[in-house]
């Protein structure tokens, strides 16, 4: 999971950011990416030149520049909290992530100033007017590439009040936490092998179309094929095909192909390595054609299920449903990421 986190200077960001990082959260912030950027100019970090490079760079490369750099970075598999979210075009950028979060943190003006005071660091301002004046250049002034922190507020999938010590707000972030941990949803095994068939099919050396199969029992995987050419032949796209490497129109020269198709390499793989495949389910990312149709019969499959329909394939599920096996497509939305 990502949980962005957004709210005015001294709020507590930061103390929130080292909170999850003690519980296994990898940390990034925005703010870094506009230091560095400020590093290569030979500029101060102070709150002004954050300020004014982080609205330089979102007018150049649009609103949500910043957290488009910090995804490229983030590594699969952990949780992740990124700070200083500013712009709605960040919250945009990071909610193409089905697992993000945005949570705003909320504190009084003359508890944030107090903080700041503290804290020290350059450019906070020295008074509660000037405190005061520096965030106002950080409120929605209807400039998209200028930060709009009270939009971004409104956008929060949740808000925790900072307004007592660090152990009621640790006390708040462990309720809200356990709920956002735990709430997650698991993809369904229709969902699971299908994806598992599309990264498969990334193995196919196939130039015309890259196919895959995965067959199952028990909700184990047992074999797994991808289209191509024959084992110990030249592959598909280093010329080893005459059909595939002519161009051919869709549908002619089809006696010339020499690539096998991904749910016949399936089965011809776990009959190489001695695995009965009856009672099985085979996945494919596409409909089985009409040869792969009786290979699919015979070697026992009970199910099929696809992901896209194959042309001219008609025959070849007529033909299933006559023999009993049960046929279904199953449609995954969008592509594989890996």
């Known amino acids: ?53 982080g609205n330089e760079l979102r007018a150049r490369y649009g609103p949500g520049v910043l957290a488009e750099r910090i995804l490229a970075g983030l590594s699969a598999g952990r949780h992740h909290v990124v700070d200083s979210i500013r712009n709605p075009g960040e919250v945009e950028a990071l909610r193409q992530r089905s697992d993000f979060k945005l949570l705003c943190i909320r504190a009084p003006q003359s508890v944030r100033f107090q903080r700041a005071v503290e804290r020290g660091r350059l450019g906070d301002g020295a008074s509660l007017e000037e405190f005061a004046r520096l965030e106002e250049e950080e409120l929605d002034r209807g400039v998209p590439e200028r ?16 307004d007592g010590d660090l152990e009621q707000l640790h006390r708040r972030l462990e309720q809200l936490l356990r709920g956002w941990l735990t709430g997650f949803k698991r993809p369904g095994w229709d969902e699971y092998f299908m994806r598992i068939a599309q990264v498969v099919a990334r193995r196919s050396n196939c130039v015309k179309r890259q196919v895959a199969a995965v067959i199952v029992r028990d909700r184990r995987i047992i074999s797994t094929g991808y289209n191509g050419t024959p084992r110990g032949t030249r592959n598909c796209n280093e010329g080893g095909c005459p059909r595939c490497g002519s161009a051919a129109q869709a549908g002619t020269r089809l006696e010339e192909c020499l690539c096998s198709h991904g749910e016949e390499n399936a089965i011809t793989q776990a009959a190489y390595h001695g695995i009965s495949l009856k009672g099985a389910t085979l996945y494919s990312t596409f409909a089985p054609c009409l040869l792969c149709t009786k290979m699919i019969i015979n070697a026992g499959i009970t199910e099929v299920i696809y992901n896209e329909d194959y042309p001219l394939n008609q025959n070849a599920l007529g033909l299933l449903e006559e023999a009993g096996v049960a046929v279904r497509r199953f449609k995954l939305d969008g592509g594989v990421s890996i």
């Open 1 to 53: 999971m990502i949980i962005g986190l957004t709210g005015k200077n001294g709020a507590g960001k930061g103390e929130v950011a080292r909170y999850l990082a003690d519980r296994s959260f990898a940390v990034a912030s925005l703010s870094d990416v506009l230091r560095e950027e400020l590093g290569r100019r030979g500029l101060e970090s102070s709150r002004e030149n954050l300020i004014a490079v």
């Open 147 to 162: 930060q709009r922190l009270d939009r971004v507020e409104e956008l929060a999938d949740a808000v925790v009040e900072n």
